[in-house]
């Protein structure tokens, strides 16, 4: 049986549930995985220490980490190399130690683009609407350009915010149109949307409750979460009651994770197998919480 080490390095990670879903995957291919939570709060470390835990990691004959917040910009200077995706987006969420280099991937985009080539395979593109330009924002607009919309507008509280993402898209997909729009006009902009992407933590269970108002869900616009924890957001159950076709954010979860995965081992995962695993994580969590 063939060991393995890896990790997930970021802040307020202790409840995470990739360990198990990366670690059950791999009991299934015979691997002897260990996967590792390492938060920088438990530890007493900051963020500015990252480059020394990043060498005593490495040093440790770690084969990959996952980063997440508030790690994933400030990961790329320890870097030897960066996959195409992770330098359009400047942000890494996937380490690969590979001999003497250190390679970051960003699974982001890439797990949020399979969630919406498997949940939402014959939707209209055309025109969406990204609620939230922040932290997931660049990786799921990414997707969602890369997915075929021509028209992406993104709205968020923080204008300047919103018109940077856009700027630095519009870099990558010159032949579409982005845009941003205020707050105050996401009912004007949603009336001719397909869909809807939500990206803002609105939704977790430290921020319940929804970002838009509930009348602006109709029948004929899809909506895709990122928030999987919980997996039913009232945003989800609200735009479930309306009519309207709808993802959670547990399909990202798991094509992150798996395609992380595979960057690791070497081993295509079975994604199947690791959304059942998540769905019964999430049940059993959800239990525990009645």
Known sequence: MSSLLCGLIGTGI????????????????????????????????????????????????????????????????LLDELSPEA??????????????????????????????DRGLPDARFEQVVQLGAGGAGAAVGYATLDRGARELTLVDADPGRAGELAETLGTHFPDRR??????????????????????????????????????????????AEVVYRPVETELVRTARASGARTLTGAGMAVYQ?????????????????????MDALLSREAMAAK
Request: net charge negative.
């Open 14 to 77: 202790g409840a995470s549930l990739t360990p198990s879903l990366h670690m059950t995957e791999g009991a299934h291919h015979g691997l002897d995985y260990e996967y590792r939570i390492l938060d920088l709060a438990e530890l007493g470390l900051g963020v500015d220490d990252l480059p020394e835990l990043f060498e005593r990691v490495r040093g440790a004959g770690c084969r990959g980490l996952n980063i997440t917040h508030p790690c994933k910009q400030r990961v790329i200077e």
């Open 87 to 116: 330098a359009r987006l400047g942000a890494v969420n996937t380490v690969l130690f590979e001999g003497d280099r250190a390679i970051g991937h960003n699974t982001d985009w890439s797990g949020f683009r399979r969630s919406l």
């Open 178 to 223: 982005l845009s941003v729009a205020a707050p105050d006009r996401l009912a004007q902009v949603l009336e001719h949307a397909d869909g809807l992407v939500h990206a803002t933590p609105m939704g977790m269970a430290e921020h319940p409750g929804m970002a838009l108002p509930a009348e602006l869900l109709r029948a004929d616009l899809w909506v």
């Open 257 to 277: 994770a798996a395609d992380a995965f595979e960057i690791f081992t070497g081993i295509a995962p079975d994604a199947d197998r690791m959304a059942t695993h």
